[in-house]
């Protein structure tokens, strides 16, 4: 018999749609902070960071420089600096309103991910720690006997990518599309929201707004 696609999702962006400030610029506040990256390291993120803004950017190389502090690192111990960073660096910039949105699908019984290109180290505590979501889909970095080697999978969780991973586990979790809601804030989700029945563009940047006026896609903004 074959088994039916059952439960709507509702998916979200996360950096700047359920959290003020960007995730992975807080993890290396957080890492410098507590003195595991060095000067030197802090100088390159700015300069690809720059690289970013021009999109110029090689996104696998950047996510393999930003696993450098943690290479040699086990799960116990990254799991003791991410709750650090959740607790003392993360936690005041979530929206309450974002919090509050979560929790309203996740009552009328949807199935809720976040889905962000950020490196899956600093996105998985978040999603279960703060929103307490089913699921997140992010870029993932590789371990070998749970020791993070530097690496990550090369399907980064980027741009179209971020619609072609949703893609993949609503179609291996038996979960439907029809009728769902997307949130995001960048042009960078602009595939992402086109796999919702209802896209709402969230705090978004000019090119979503004017994408979002342009499909008639519902625009939100939180407020705290």
Not at 87 to 98: H, I, K, Q, S, W
Not at 137 to 147: C, G, K, V, W
Request: aromatic residues 12%.
């Amino acid at each position: 018999m074959t088994k039916q696609y059952s439960k709507k999702v509702a998916f979200f962006d996360l950096d700047g749609t359920l959290v003020k400030k960007d995730t992975y610029s807080l993890f290396i506040k957080c890492l410098q902070d507590n003195k595991l990256c060095d000067e030197q390291f802090i100088q390159k993120d700015k300069e690809l960071l720059k690289q970013f803004v021009n999109g110029t950017l090689n996104m696998e190389e950047f996510f393999r420089f930003a696993l450098l502090p943690l290479i040699n690192l086990n799960k116990a111990q990254i799991k003791e600096i991410t709750d650090n960073y959740i607790e003392n660096y993360l936690r005041p910039y979530v929206y309450e309103d974002a919090l509050k949105l979560v929790n309203s699908y996740k009552s009328k019984g949807y199935y809720t991910i976040i889905v962000s290109a950020t490196i899956d180290v600093i996105v998985q505590p978040i999603a279960s720690k703060i929103f307490n979501v089913d699921h997140s889909i992010s870029t993932e970095a590789i371990y070998n006997n749970d020791i993070i080697i530097g690496e990550v999978d090369p399907m980064i969780c980027h741009q179209e990518n971020k619609a072609i991973k949703l893609k993949k586990y609503c179609k291996e979790n038996f979960l439907t599309l029809e009728g769902s809601h997307g949130y995001g804030d960048t042009i960078n989700d602009k595939e992402l929201l086109q796999c919702a029945t209802y896209a709402h563009a969230t705090n978004p940047h000019p090119l979503l707004k004017d994408f979002a006026l342009t499909n008639n896609w519902d625009i939100i903004y939180f407020n705290k």
